[in-house]
């Protein structure tokens, strides 16, 4: 077990916005955080990153994982998007927490970072400025640096929000690749789609826990149904329009 | 030119010239990360309590005026970074009352108490700068020449740390770099740029050295690297043409330099207008 929440109540400012929250994550798990928008996705995946403290309830590391071990893809903030960095640049900070008070950067993490590049087929970008890239290249981007911060576990906030279905396909495998490397995935996604295909469990949460189980027992229960119908509709009607 | 060599030969000239390259040297390298963070109106939050915390020391009449105006802007640098992270208020709000408020106080506390028989020369050189770039002592420079270093070696030794915190605060901080300390750092240094920069430009002119060579520099670089080290570059070139001018035609120094960054920004827009 990597990653286990007990009885955990998140909220901040003294709201608590969901309760009793258990579930577990083991290594090499696909896990999806799917619910509406606004039922506490990001404020849980900011508590399990140790960014926000949770109310009550304990979450707790092991394995030999770390809480600052976490590679996290965070969605993009508006500052991101003009900001005078080039490809290298970004990717090499995720490195930044293995390199302790040195500093400047070894031949070792340097050699890192262009495998990494490498592997995620952005070695090209690797002097182009960050915001002059498009979307699906700037979360590539930031999925490298997310794994250069880690080898064990992936948090990933909507990685595919804003980019083009064959994009977002790419996107898709490339992380079920990872995954099927070993690296744990914890992802938030409103795709009902994408996680019937690829995730090995489901949490389902809106203000409070609905469902946390593996993807074959949550299309069995009423909820898991009702709400891959409805994501499975939204998507007809985003793609007639 | 023989005027210009002239001129350098009295110390005090060339404590002026040691100085305002130091100034414009440092601002520019806080003005990066405070830019891209939008931070930026801190600066000039900060820069009008500078003079409202100059107006109380000069009222109170000690004789060494930084030993109350540096404490009271650094405060005020905490207290405005710790707003801005705080949604309940608005950020922006807080700030501007703040910063008029210091504005308007300290022209009060001036204009009823001060000894002074030229209040509104005194009040007008401490906004705009003036003169008394030209009557700083060798104590001064030695303030400016450590503070500068102390600028110098925070960027040498945690450049990439500073990068990770700009471009992204949650990431840095859930791979465990403890941003909070940096935001700090970076406002009490700025806080301390702010108070040295008062002689060379004034208050009102001081976020104008943080602000300009950062963006002047983003118009034409793409890393970050690049972009401080042009900025660098730009302001201190800013800053010595800007005094040499001054020296020259005897214009106030404070609002040339101020202008001659204008004139960079200008250069670096058209050059970006030209290469698309």
């Not at chain 1, 849980?44 to 809480?67: C, D, H, N, V, Y």
């Not at chain 2, 060599?5 to 009295?10: A, I």
């Not at chain 2, 106080?105 to 705009?128: E, P, R």
């Amino acid at each position: 077990m990597q990653l286990q929440c007990s009885d955990v109540s998140l909220g901040y400012e003294g709201k608590v916005i969901m309760e009793h929250l258990n579930f577990t994550v083991n290594q090499g798990d696909y896990l999806y955080i799917v619910g509406e928008n606004g039922a506490g996705k990001s404020t849980l995946m900011k508590t399990i990153l140790g960014l926000r403290s949770p109310l009550a309830g304990t979450i707790s590391f092991s394995e030999g994982l770390q809480q600052t071990e976490i590679g996290y893809l965070p969605q993009q903030t508006l500052v991101q998007r003009d900001f005078p960095a080039s490809v290298g640049e970004v990717v090499m900070s995720g490195l930044l927490n293995k390199r302790g008070i040195r500093p400047y950067y070894n031949k070792e993490e340097k050699k890192r970072v262009h495998q990494i590049m490498e592997r995620l087929e952005i070695l090209d970008l690797k002097k182009k400025c960050y915001r002059d890239l498009s979307g699906g290249q700037q979360q590539r981007v930031l999925l490298c640096r997310a794994l250069c911060a880690t080898e064990k576990m992936l948090l990933l906030d909507e990685p595919v929000a804003g980019l083009d279905p064959k994009i977002t396909a790419q996107m898709y495998e490339l992380i079920a690749d990872l995954n099927g490397e070993g690296i744990t995935v914890i992802m938030i996604s409103h795709d009902m789609n994408a996680a019937c295909l690829y995730a090995a469990h489901i949490l389902h949460i809106a203000h409070r826990p609905l469902f946390f189980g593996t993807k074959e027992e949550y299309l069995n229960t009423e909820i898991g149904r009702a709400f891959t119908e409805v994501a499975r509709q939204e998507g007809e009607r985003t793609w007639d329009s | 030119m023989g005027q210009l060599v002239e001129y350098l030969s009295y110390p005090f000239v060339r404590y002026a010239f040691i100085v305002g390259v130091l100034i414009a040297l440092t601002s520019a390298l806080l003005g990066v990360p405070l830019v891209l963070k939008r931070f930026s109106f801190i600066g000039d939050g900060l820069s009008h309590v500078a003079f409202g915390a100059m107006a109380v020391a000069a009222v109170l009449n000690v004789t060494n005026q930084m030993i109350i105006i540096f404490p009271i802007t650094v405060a005020a640098a905490i207290i405005l970074l710790k707003g801005s992270q705080n949604t309940k208020i608005k950020g922006d709000a807080s700030l501007a009352m703040i910063s008029v408020g210091a504005l308007a106080i300290g022209y009060l506390l001036l204009n009823k108490f001060s000894t002074s028989t030229n209040i509104s020369g005194d009040v007008c050189t401490t906004l705009f700068g003036s003169t008394s770039i030209l009557t700083l002592n060798s104590f001064d420079v030695w303030i400016c020449v450590i503070m500068s270093l102390v600028v110098l070696l925070l960027f040498f030794f945690c450049y990439h740390k500073i990068f990770s915190v700009t471009f992204d605060e949650d990431f840095a901080r859930a791979t465990g770099t403890r941003a909070d300390g940096y935001n700090l750092l970076i406002a009490v240094i700025t806080a301390t740029v702010i108070v040295l920069a008062m002689k060379l430009v004034g208050s009102l002119l001081i976020s104008a050295l943080i602000i300009f060579p950062a963006i002047s520099a983003m118009g034409v670089i793409k890393s970050f690297r690049g972009v401080l080290v042009l900025a660098a570059i730009f302001s201190v070139f800013s800053a010595l043409i800007g005094m040499i001018l001054s020296l020259l035609v005897s214009t106030p120094v404070g609002a040339t330099i101020v202008s001659v960054n204008i004139v960079v920004f200008g250069l670096t827009r058209l050059y970006g207008l030209v290469r698309r």
